[in-house]
């Protein structure tokens, strides 16, 4: 890939031994890294201002919203270089992983009282810039609970979550089984989007230091997966140190807002908001003249 033009990816800050805490996040950096392509990384802490993952190019938006991997995808054309067997697998794969783990590392995250009000709440409300977060993740919560009940339908929470287990357990065990002849990616030598997929989710699942381990402990269940994991990792972030910048995990407490809090968040975000359109030139304010002579 051209060194050119550099890529500018701006995505979530990274934590808890992560390049960053996002699966999205992740899979972009690690599809860039797999492509050898040359790329800055930028750290977003407000959504509101910039979309938060992002890929540009020389200031062209590439990708960004609901089809943001699929875009980095085609930019960097990464399964280009496999055959056209191993790209059809390459798509099965990916879209298997998908409509499977994630929508149980979905729930870990997202829904599950104990991981939401004890990590991921806490560390996004320190890392978006306020007042901004407050707004964030309200809408973020809405939207969690709004897709969680389609994706339970008429099913009580108990048989969502055995059947959601059973199902990424068989997942996880075909690609346990395809990693046991210690291949260096999932489909043989060369890597893929879907090993930068598989990466993203298993890395982030296994390091965020989350109050109920079950969906962890199911991973470790799985050798083979697991030192494919440890292996890109050495191999592409061998730099990144754990630690813990925004959420002590042994102190995490639930943090509730007001109404009165919600309130006061919303005016100075819109105040901001408005002052930086007013002074990039987006808006034009006039104020009334004021005749001070008698």
């Known amino acids: 890939m051209s060194e050119l ?11 808890f031994g992560l390049p960053t805490v996002d699966p999205n996040s992740l ?24 979309a938060i993952p992002s890929l540009t190019r020389n200031n062209k938006l590439l990708a960004e919203g609901s089809d943001f991997l699929e875009s980095v995808l085609s930019v960097c054309n990464l399964d280009s270089q496999l055959d056209g067997r191993l790209q059809g697998l390459s798509m099965a794969y990916k879209r298997y992983f998908l409509e499977t783990f994630e929508p149980l590392f979905f729930y870990d995250c997202w829904i599950h009282k104990p991981n939401y009000e004890q990590l ?39 048989n969502f979550l055995t059947q959601s287990y059973e199902a990424v357990s068989c ?32 890395k982030i699942a ?17 050798k083979y997966l697991c030192q494919y994991v440890r292996n890109l990792t050495r ?36 105040t901001l908001m408005m002052a930086y359109a007013h002074i990039n030139g987006i808006i034009h304010l006039k104020f009334p003249k004021i005749n001070l002579s008698r």
């Open 120 to 158: 991921i709440r806490p560390w996004y409300m320190s890392a978006i810039t306020f007042p901004f977060n407050f707004l964030y993740m309200k809408s973020k919560r809405r939207q969690a609970v709004e897709r969680y009940h389609c994706l339970k339908k008429m099913r009580t929470r108990e």
């Open 27 to 50: 899979t972009a950096l690690t599809i860039l890294k797999m492509s050898n392509a040359n790329v800055r990384i930028t750290y977003g802490s407000c959504p509101q201002y910039a």
């Open 235 to 270: 191999r592409y972030y061998p730099e990144v140190e754990v630690e813990y910048k925004h959420v002590q995990p042994e102190t995490a407490v639930n943090e509730r807002a007001s109404t009165l809090t919600l309130l006061i968040a919303a005016i100075s975000a819109s």
């Open 206 to 222: 296994l390091s965020l230091p989350v109050p109920d381990v079950r969906l962890q402990n199911t991973i470790k269940n799985y």
């Open 5 to 15: 033009l550099p890529f500018s990816l701006r995505i979530w800050e990274a934590d």
């Open 171 to 202: 997942c996880l065990e075909d690609f346990n089984t395809l990693l046991a002849d210690r291949r260096s990616y999932i489909l043989g030598e060369l890597p893929s989007g879907l090993d930068a997929i598989v990466y993203s989710y298993i």
